[in-house]
């Protein structure tokens, strides 16, 4: 006999999209959007229609992309975002509006300024408009796990007559126990004379590290939707993450009483996509996708693993999508194996010509390293996913000398506008010197939050991933640079950043309002 169907509902193009530095662009949304489908994720969050043109853009390009999973938008309890988040779902197979207001004394007081009986009566007027455009609305009690009881079960029900069929109470600011929080819900739906009548969902973020608990532990208790994100993306500590959710689930169907329709297979290659285009790397023992997730050091560990597997190994590893297809490609494979093999990775391309660009790119990387892995695939497409950037600055040569007990000297030539322009500089290491060389050229005056390096695959000759993080005027963006020589792919991130930062593209980091 079947359990009952536990929604997954991802948020990684919305929520995850506000961690500091982690905007995507259209296209970039779009590969994620195509990549959860593909995993059958039930419902994509794809952004915030009303917070920018750009998200609306993002949004309805994403309607319009995926045909089987629920897209959806965020709208805040006012007509202007439902009208627009309404407007930017109109292609979608299957659409939904999720509003939201806040509930907490604490939030209706100092943020909302109202009383609770207003409060009340706008979370009504906002899911009947939806329901105008819909009928698939959720609403949202913002800092949920915060608010009154009393009130909440009032609003709970109040907006189930007006017409919402999902009901979500985050623990918007990381608060809850997972004890608490779970018997909370089953109070809830308890106590709310119609809630038959809807499906209940969590939404956790993970500011003391509980996100994953207090979802399971609601799930436990009567809920059957789990907001989340791909590697727990987020603003602060994040959210929930999809892949630690759907793995308990799975492996534990002996305790939890719902299933998912995740395939479990496309997790890993999901992960990688959302790592490359955000510039976050996964951290080595993250559970699940951290690439010692399944590596086993100690002998002891290594000998009882050889023997049974499940001695000291609980899932799967090729169950999440690790060991399928490991290493497929070399310098001697053609244009339609790399094709193949883009397209099970879920890229595609829009021409004959950006498929050719792309073949001849793997071309030059085969050149450099023996063995092509899925993960550098992911890179090749990432670094040169955003045609429409307007490319102002490019690295026309540099030469790099580093000496024991000397400092190291960049020597480079930059094209500016057009314009070739040579400059020479000493830093404390040879990625330091080359940053104060092309800066002594461009004096762009922004400030750089953020230098990370990850081996994208195993090996000596590993594609190495730079991501630089800069700010200007408010504005954040991520440079991805990738090369066997990190040096090199240090000044091509520093200098993908200046070009997004000089392209329009750019936009403020989205710090608004959210569950």
């Known amino acids: 006999m079947s ?76 007509d202007a975002d439902i009208d627009r988040a309404a407007e930017a779902l109109k292609g979608a197979n299957s659409a939904r509006i999720h509003t939201f207001i806040a509930t907490s004394p604490i939030h209706m007081k100092y943020k909302l300024k109202m009383e609770p009986d207003a409060v009340l009566a706008q979370a009504v007027h906002a899911v009947k408009r939806a329901r105008n455009y819909t009928d698939n609305v959720e609403f949202s009690l913002e800092d949920g796990s915060r608010s009154e009881f009393d009130f909440m079960c009032k609003i709970v029900e109040a907006v189930i007559d007006a017409g919402a069929g999902t009901i979500n109470v985050p623990d918007t600011v990381g608060y809850g126990e997972p004890g608490e929080y779970g018997a909370m819900f089953r109070h809830l739906i308890e106590s709310v004379a119609n809630a038959d009548k809807a499906i209940f969902s969590t939404h956790c973020h993970n500011d003391l590290g509980l996100a994953v608990a207090n979802s399971l532990s609601a799930v436990m208790n009567g809920v059957r939707q789990i907001e989340c994100t791909i590697n ?68 002891i560990h290594q000998d009882g693993v050889l023997k049974h597997r499940e001695t000291y190994e609980i899932m799967r590893a090729e169950d999440v999508g690790w060991n399928a297809n490991k290493i497929v490609l070399g310098k001697h494979s053609g244009r339609a194996a790399v094709k193949a093999r883009f397209e099970e990775l879920g890229i595609t391309f829009d021409s004959q010509d950006a498929l050719n660009q792309a073949f001849a790119r793997f071309k030059d990387l085969a050149d450099k390293k023996h063995e092509i892995f899925d993960e550098d695939l992911h890179t090749l497409i990432s670094g040169k996913a955003n045609e429409n950037i307007e490319e102002h600055y490019l690295l026309v040569d540099m030469h790099v000398c580093s000496k024991t007990g000397e400092k190291p000297v960049a020597q480079l030539r930059l094209q500016v506008r057009g314009q070739d322009l040579d400059a020479e500089a000493e830093g404390s290491g040879p990625v330091d010197a080359v940053y104060k060389a092309i800066e002594s050229i461009v004096n762009s005056g922004a400030e750089q939050l953020l230098y990370s390096v990850n081996a994208i695959t195993q090996g000596a000759d590993a594609q190495g991933e730079v991501t630089v993080r800069l700010e200007r005027d408010g504005v954040i963006v991520n440079g991805i640079g990738s090369d066997t020589d990190i040096v090199s792919a240090s000044a091509k991130a520093y200098l993908h950043a200046l070009n997004l930062l000089d392209s329009g593209t750019a936009r403020s980091h989205p710090q608004r309002d959210g569950v």
């Open 232 to 299: 727990g993306l987020g603003e602060r500590a994040g959210n929930a993450s999809l892949e630690e959710v759907v793995m308990a689930v799975r492996t534990r169907k002996d305790i939890f009483p719902v299933e998912t329709g995740i395939v479990t297979e496309h997790i890993v290659p999901t992960s990688r996509l959302v790592s490359s285009i955000t510039g976050f790397p996964v951290q080595p023992n993250k559970a699940i996708v951290g690439a010692n997730a399944f590596a086993h050091e100690s002998g």
């Open 3 to 78: 359990k009952p169907k536990l929604v997954i509902f991802d948020t990684t193009l919305r929520d995850g999209e506000q961690s500091p530095g982690a905007s995507m662009t259209r296209d970039e949304k779009i590969r994620i959007a195509k990549m959860l489908e593909k995993m059958r994720v039930d419902v994509i969050e794809a952004g915030f229609a009303i917070a920018s043109q750009g998200d609306f853009e993002s949004v309805r390009a994403v309607a319009k992309a995926v045909k089987d999973s629920t897209v959806c938008s965020l709208a805040r309890a006012v």
